[in-house]
C-alpha cells in the first residue's frame, strides 16, 4: 500500500502500524472518579485510629448534649431557681472523685495541655463578690480583696476589674527565709491580662514576695517582662540582684487580652518570658548557686500590685486580669502554649458529683469519655455561665474537634 503525504497535512499511518484512539474526556472523569474511591478505601483501611477516633468523637458529642439537656431539665423542674449540687462558674470535671481532678479541658487540637503536677495556686477570678478562691485543692483563698470589681468580661467567664488602685492578697506559697535551704529552684507564673492604655510606671500583674520570688509586669511603653530577685548564696536576706527579661519591642496595651508566662529554672540558669504562647526571651545571665525565696511577713503573693519593704502596696495595674496560675516548677514550651491556647480551661482540683441529683430521674447513669473516663473522673466538665446559660465540655475530644453545649 502506498501512503501518500500531502504537504501541510498530518501523516496518516496504516492500521498494521498500531493506530490507537485516545480517551474522551467522560472516560477520564470516569477514571478519576474510580482512583479516588479506590483512594479513599485504602487511606481508610490504613488509617482506622482515624475512624475510631471519628466515633469516640461521636459518642462525645450524644454524652455532652444529654448531660447538658438533664441539667437544664433539672433546674426547669425546680422551678428555674435551683441548680445541681456542686455547680457553679468554676468548670468542674464530673464524676465521683473527691480530688485529682485537675486537668486541661480542651481539644487535643488547642495549643496543647498542661499537668497539673506541681500546682501551687489557681485563681480562676469567676466570682460575683467575696473570697476569692484557690481551685488547685491547696485552700490559697484570697485573705484580702481591695476595691476590684467583678464580675468583668473575662478571657474565660469573668474576671477582676482592677482602677490603678486595688489589689488582691493572698497567703505565702512558697519556702521563705525562715528555711533557706527549702530554696526554690524551679517557679512559673501565668496570667490572662487586659489593657487599653501603658500605665504611668511600672504595673504589676502579678506578684510574689518583696524579695521578688517571681514578678509579671508592664512598663510605661507598654512592654511587658518577667523578674526575679535571687539570695546571695547561702544568705537569708534579700540582698541579690535583680534580674529580668522583657518583651523587646513587643508592646501590649492595645485593648486586646493576652496570656503573660514567666518561667524560672535555677538548674538550668534560665528566666523565660511568654506572650500568647510564644518565647520572646531567655535570660540565661543568673547565679545558679543563689536561690529565691517567698518572705512571710508583709509580702504575700499579690495581683494588681506590688509590695515593699514596709509591707506597703504600690506599683498598680490598670486593667482586667483572669486566669492566674502559679506552679512549683518550670512548665515546659508545649505547656506554656496550652495555657494560651483558644479556649482551654483547667478544671477544679475536686470532682462535680451530678449522680445524685440527675441519676434515676434524667440520666440511667452519668456518661463517661470513651477514650478513657471513668465513673469517678468522666473526663466530661460542666459549669453555669456569668448568664446563667449551662456549658458542658468534653475534655478529651480528638481530631482538633471542640465538643461544646453551652445553653
Not at 435551683?82 to 472523685?97: E, K
Request: charged share 20%; net charge negative; aromatic share 8%.
Amino acid at each position: 500500500m502506498v501512503v501518500r503525504v500531502k504537504e501541510g497535512c498530518t501523516r496518516l499511518r496504516p492500521a498494521s502500524a498500531g493506530l490507537r484512539r485516545g480517551f474522551t474526556l467522560i472516560e477520564l472523569l470516569l477514571v478519576m472518579s474510580i482512583i479516588s474511591i479506590l483512594a479513599g478505601i485504602v487511606i481508610a483501611a490504613l488509617s482506622p485510629s482515624r475512624q475510631l477516633a471519628q466515633v469516640r468523637n461521636a459518642q462525645r458529642r450524644s454524652d455532652v448534649r444529654n448531660i447538658a439537656a438533664a441539667i437544664d431539665q433539672y433546674v426547669l423542674d425546680q422551678g428555674g431557681d435551683d441548680l445541681p449540687a456542686g455547680l457553679d462558674t468554676s468548670l468542674r470535671m464530673i464524676g465521683t472523685a473527691g480530688s485529682g481532678c485537675s486537668i486541661a479541658c480542651g481539644g487535643e487540637g488547642d495549643a496543647g495541655s498542661v499537668s497539673m503536677t506541681g500546682i501551687a495556686a489557681l485563681w480562676h477570678l469567676d466570682e460575683n463578690s467575696g473570697t476569692i478562691a484557690d481551685s488547685s485543692g491547696n485552700n490559697r483563698n484570697s485573705t484580702v480583696v481591695s476595691g476590684v470589681t467583678y464580675g468583668a468580661t473575662g478571657h474565660l467567664n469573668t474576671a477582676l476589674l482592677f482602677d490603678g488602685n486595688d489589689y488582691v492578697d493572698f497567703p505565702t506559697i512558697f519556702p521563705h527565709d525562715s528555711d533557706p535551704k527549702a530554696s526554690i529552684d524551679e517557679v512559673t507564673s501565668s496570667a490572662w491580662f487586659r489593657t487599653f492604655s501603658p500605665p504611668s510606671a511600672d504595673a504589676k500583674i502579678v506578684w510574689v514576695g518583696w524579695g521578688g520570688t517571681i514578678a509579671l509586669q508592664m512598663n510605661s511603653a507598654g512592654v511587658v517582662s518577667v523578674w526575679i530577685k535571687q539570695t546571695k548564696t547561702g544568705g537569708t536576706n534579700y540582698d541579690g540582684l535583680w534580674h529580668g527579661q522583657n518583651s523587646g519591642s513587643a508592646t501590649f496595651a492595645d485593648g486586646q487580652w493576652h496570656h503573660i508566662a514567666g518561667r524560672f529554672h535555677r538548674t538550668e540558669n534560665t528566666l523565660k518570658l511568654y506572650v500568647d504562647g510564644e518565647l520572646l526571651g531567655t535570660n540565661t545571665g543568673m547565679n545558679a548557686s543563689e536561690y529565691l525565696s517567698d518572705p512571710p511577713t508583709n509580702h504575700p503573693p499579690i495581683i494588681g500590685a506590688a509590695s515593699v519593704w514596709t509591707g506597703a502596696r504600690t506599683n498598680y495595674f490598670t486593667g482586667d486580669i483572669d486566669e492566674v496560675a502559679l506552679w512549683s516548677r518550670a512548665l515546659t514550651d508545649p505547656e506554656i502554649q496550652g495555657l494560651s491556647g483558644q479556649g482551654e480551661e483547667m478544671t477544679a482540683a475536686a470532682c462535680l458529683d451530678l449522680s445524685p441529683s440527675l441519676v434515676d430521674t434524667y440520666l440511667a447513669s452519668i456518661p463517661f469519655d470513651p477514650g478513657g473516663g471513668d465513673a469517678a473522673r468522666t473526663e466530661y466538665a460542666a459549669r453555669r455561665t456569668a448568664t446563667s446559660h449551662t456549658y458542658v465540655r468534653a475534655c478529651s475530644a480528638e481530631l482538633g474537634e471542640e465538643i461544646v453545649v453551652e445553653r
